[in-house]
């Protein structure tokens, strides 16, 4: 629920545009996921408790990839996050060839994507021109 509340409010720094929109609802499906996935357990009902999550992982890269190009401040930052969050998913993938730390991983990548979250708004809010200071 924080993650929405917050990709919602760094929406409101991004220019309203049909992208962007399309961006964040990305985004916000991730976010979803992960709420979906706090609700049901994973030794109730696995499927459930994955699936959204799998594919908000999946949408997530898609809002970010589309962000990162229409960006103009944040554009670097929102790039390496990505570039980080693919290099996390194919460790991911390999988890059935390889004894990865599964959980490791998974909360790795929640966590670049928080922290993303966290950076692009800061940046964005020290470009907005403050009232009075033009």
């Known amino acids: 629920l924080s993650f929405s509340v917050g990709i919602l409010y760094l929406y409101q720094y991004l220019e309203k545009n049909l992208i962007n929109k399309l961006a964040t609802v ?3 499906i991730f976010a979803l996921g992960n709420s979906v996935s706090g ?7 696995l499927f459930w408790h994955s699936i959204l999550a799998q594919i908000g992982m999946m949408t997530v890269l898609i809002g970010m990839g589309i962000y990162a190009k229409s960006l103009v401040k ?14 996390l998913l194919i460790l991911i993938g390999l988890l059935f060839f390889l004894p990865l730390p599964a959980g490791l991983l998974q909360r790795l990548y ?13 940046l964005l809010r020290s470009s907005e021109i403050k009232p009075g200071t033009q």
């Open 26 to 28: 990305c985004i916000l």
């Open 110 to 122: 929640y966590g670049v994507i928080f922290v993303w979250g966290m950076g692009l708004t800061i």
């Open 39 to 45: 609700v049901i357990p994973a030794d109730v009902h």
């Open 74 to 87: 944040g554009k670097k930052w929102t790039y390496s996050n990505l570039i980080v969050l693919i290099a």
